[in-house]
């Protein structure tokens, strides 16, 4: 588990041109969530981000949903209010059919209800 979150943590950091933080970020990874790599592989990410660890799995999924939706706020260039949720659903979404189109995106987002022109500018 070590090397696998020590080798996540290089990557991540080498595709987002970032140094990797100091070791003391590093989660105790003998917990059992950490059994399965999803779960290495968002801690490494929440060390990139600089947080410390997080404790459940549910908190390390909560903490890269907001990572994403503050990437997606800085990307559309905005801060308009949009509920997290909103953009989680969107995620997910993504993630399920494996990635998509700026039309088919906004194409899904509207079916989904979420009100947003900033994808109308895209």
């Not at 991540?12 to 290495?40: G, V």
């Not at 404790?55 to 997606?72: I, M, P, V």
């Not at 059919?97 to 700026?102: E, L, R, T």
């Amino acid at each position: 588990r070590p090397s696998a979150f020590q080798d996540a943590l290089k990557d991540f950091a080498n595709a987002q041109q970032i140094q990797p933080p100091l070791p003391q970020l590093a989660p105790d990874l003998s917990d059992k969530m950490y059994e399965r790599p999803l779960f290495i592989h968002l801690a490494a990410l929440a060390a990139l981000a600089g947080e410390a660890e997080h404790g459940s799995k549910e908190a390390l999924l909560k903490s890269q949903l907001n990572r994403e939706f503050a990437y997606w706020q800085r990307w559309f260039g905005t801060n308009e209010p949009l509920p997290s949720e909103d953009w989680g659903d969107a995620l997910a979404w993504l993630a399920l059919v494996g990635g998509a189109s700026m039309k088919e995106l906004r194409k899904a987002v509207i079916s989904m209800g979420i009100d947003t022109p900033r994808f109308a500018e895209v």
